[in-house]
């Protein structure tokens, strides 16, 4: 590796340049634009979908989001996108930003610090581009 790059990101340029090559309007492509297109469900359709469907007692839709986001912190934040759209459903769902980032946070004990760290900064961004939008 002379020009001092990971093998993470040569591989992440190869793909941007085969993307390119295969679609050259991808040279333009925002996945936080993309995000955009997907809204976020209403609170009772999540309740319908992700609450207590299954069971009249059973978790309530800000729990399960919570625990979702929970698990995407443990798998590294790889997932950008399914992470940011926790974010945003469990906001929806009635999760404060203190609840999400408590959630974060408490996974820095199995995940480890820098997994918390990458997840807390997807979060922090969302709950910006949420204020941004709202004003």
Known sequence: MSDGKTPFELMMEQAQEMT?????????FDPKGME????????D??????????????????TRLLLTLAGLTMQGAQAEAPL??????ALEAGAT????AETI????????????TRAMEMAKSVMADQKDDET
């Open 20 to 28: 390119k090559a295969f679609n050259p309007a991808m040279t333009s």
């Open 36 to 43: 955009k297109l997907w809204p976020t469900m209403g609170k």
């Open 45 to 62: 359709a999540m309740e319908m979908f992700f609450g207590k469907g299954m069971s009249k007692n059973g978790l309530d839709a800000k």
């Open 84 to 89: 940011r759209l926790t974010v945003r459903h």
């Open 97 to 100: 930003e203190e609840e999400i």
């Open 105 to 116: 946070a408490q996974m820095s004990m199995f995940a480890g610090i820098p997994a918390m």
